[in-house]
């Protein structure tokens, strides 16, 4: 750093995946310089941050570089290390958003459910697994089905395994913990429509974007529309549900707000992440401000953008397909390029495998004559996502 | 260069402004890294680049070791030196668009005339200026006003010499060349606006952007706005002088038409940039694709994107203030994040001085109840504007 960069603030990034590459995309028009801490080398974000600290993300001596190298600290994955976040928050003056005790308590399923339950917040009902006579007395009570859900590393829906009747108890148990059981099990929901919201708290001021609608497929996010594809008062009451999360958190920052729409058309919260979200890169193009400006602006101290759609928009993820691990070749993009309402976001990821999230595409409604029905825009986005493979 | 990143491809830009910064962040959701070479360290491309070679654009072993790097090579800066563009396109088997014949023609005001000229393209009557008598010749033809302009080496209206009448005559000639005169000389053209249409030439394929209606001050880009605030016919008219422009000019890439719309409603070709312009910032948000993701695009082989307006907009160039160069302070863009229809763009500049572009803004209108008017956008981008300060 020369004396030249004194008016030039930089931002640390815990994790230099996807989600740290849009966020350095969108930091930039800010005038905000990035960079990012990533075990993998030539890391999504690398090409398009102003470095890369090479390490891991609970290292140390990496997570100082990267403290004594930033203006304001952040991370866009939830394997960083609260206390180490702490510490140096404290050591090298660098504000740190969300604050680490919201990573802490946002990792423990078990507590993100107690505390947002404690808070009021609706969650599915949840018992503590320690043993396999705690999930032997919650299955009397809840009854099958079920989902046990390891407390810590979950992500993608890893951690996560459904208990359909008795013949699932032993592996789920297993799968969860070989050296002993740290779970929390959750009721079966009978959702009508998996929903999210993206909110955003900033310095004196949040706000929250319009209700998505989620499609998961094997517990990873296929497709968002948005508006949701539900009614008025469930999209009010998911909004005042994200407004309570936000008060409930503390740390400025963007968190993607993943809930369940009951068939008799109530909220719970199913789980919260801390930083951008997958089902809110429809913001990109479909909002008036980019969840990932947004997050740039809130953990700098800068004000929030407005959170309105620009038009009704369907997203879906570019997964991996194929077999096996292999380099990222790809092909037929060119037809989501050619269409005129779809966009196209690939994250540089230099090796292919199944159900990896390699990209996502957007296809945006509601110019002059185009079309605005979610139903089309989703149909549009399924259609392009499928033209793209990866052999 | 290691195996792994064989997949991903890497677009060489010789010069690292705010116009490879904007390019850079364009490019990466198209999985395209972006290598700069710029004379200046820590240049504006630089945090959002893959990397920086510091030479200058016209280093024959910089530029060298840039063609090494790259799978596509382009320009943001007429400065390129297009006889070493041709050289290394040859040897490294690299494609350098727009032609290095094209960044020529354009380079030499009086070749880009005449070509024009020859081809049927309007332009303003002009003279070539070798001695003081032909500018005494052509003055004669004219009258007074009339435009001395260097043949090379001009840029945001340096070399440009207006001559009012006769006691300019001596200082015009001295500023343009003390060593002897190559210039040109053009008739006074007495505009109603000056326009401009950011053409795309892709392969086999092109497309224009909306018109744009562009104010100038002291020959610095101040506001642009779109639609350009005149008659359908005219902008009808300037679209298809692009087309011919566009069909005239080999290689692909985005071109900055810069245009007259005369009293009588012609419309004349004053300059052309072969390069994404200051005149189409307002494509970022205001158009379904920006001009940057368009060069990227083209420069690349691949297909273009749509070039629709998705409203009406206006921009206004944050330009450095105060005396003298200093570091690169600023303040007042709290009421441009704040502002729900602006978005900001800055470069990232370490030092400010008086007229250079230190970043954009946008104003876009169209959505919902908010307005549409050209008028309100564009006053509404000024009084933004005019909160930023450098002090």
């Given at each position: 750093m020369d004396a030249q960069m004194t008016d030039t603030e930089t931002l640390g990034v815990v994790g230099g995946g996807q989600l740290g590459r849009m966020l350095a995309e969108a930091a930039a028009p800010l005038g905000v310089e990035v960079v990012v801490l990533d075990p993998?080398?030539?890391?999504?974000?690398s090409p398009v941050a102003r470095d890369q600290i090479v390490g891991?993300?609970?290292d140390e001596e990496a997570v100082r570089e990267l403290a004594a190298r930033s203006d304001y600290l952040t991370y866009e994955?939830?394997?960083?290390?609260p206390d180490l976040l702490e510490t140096v928050e404290a050591e090298y003056g660098v504000p740190v958003n969300p604050d680490p005790g919201t990573l802490r308590t946002i990792q423990d399923k078990l507590v993100q459910n107690q505390t947002l339950a404690e808070a009021g917040v609706p969650v599915p009902e949840f018992r503590r697994v320690d043993d396999r006579a705690d999930l032997e007395a919650a299955l009397d009570e809840f009854g099958y089905p079920v989902m046990l859900k390891a407390?810590?590393?979950?992500?993608?829906?890893?951690g996560n395994v459904p208990v359909?009747?008795?013949?699932?108890v032993d592996e789920a148990l297993a799968e969860i913990d070989a050296d002993g059981v740290h779970a929390v099990v959750e009721e079966f929901v009978d959702f009508e429509r998996e929903v999210s919201v993206i909110g955003v708290e900033g310095t004196d001021e949040s706000a929250t974007f319009p209700l998505g609608e989620n499609v998961h497929r094997e517990e990873i996010l296929r497709e968002t529309v948005v508006?949701?594809?539900?009614d008025d008062a469930v999209a009010e009451r998911a909004g005042e549900v994200a407004e309570d999360v936000l008060d409930l958190l503390s740390g400025r920052g963007v968190y993607g707000i993943e809930m369940f729409e009951t068939s008799e058309g109530e909220i719970l919260v199913n789980e919260i992440a801390p930083r951008p979200h997958n089902?809110?890169?429809?913001?990109?193009?479909?909002?008036?401000?980019s969840q990932f400006e947004q997050h740039a602006r809130a953990v700098t101290g800068r004000p929030l953008g407005a959170t309105d759609l620009r038009s009704p928009v369907a997203s879906a993820n570019l997964l991996g397909g194929g077999e096996e691990r292999r380099p990222a070749d790809h092909s037929g993009d060119d037809a989501v390029l050619s269409h005129p309402d779809a966009s196209l976001h690939w994250y540089g990821k230099h090796e292919v495998y199944p159900l990896r999230k390699m990209g996502h595409l957007t296809v945006v409604g509601?110019?002059?004559?185009?079309?605005?029905d979610v139903d089309d825009l989703l149909r549009t986005a399924r259609d392009l996502r499928d033209e793209v493979t990866f052999e």
């Open positions: 993998t080398p030539n890391c999504p974000a891991e993300f609970t994955i939830e394997l960083a290390d407390r810590e590393g979950g992500y993608d829906g890893r359909e009747d008795e013949t699932d508006p949701a594809r539900t089902s809110g890169h429809y913001t990109i193009e479909g909002a008036l401000t509601g110019r002059d004559s185009r079309d605005d």
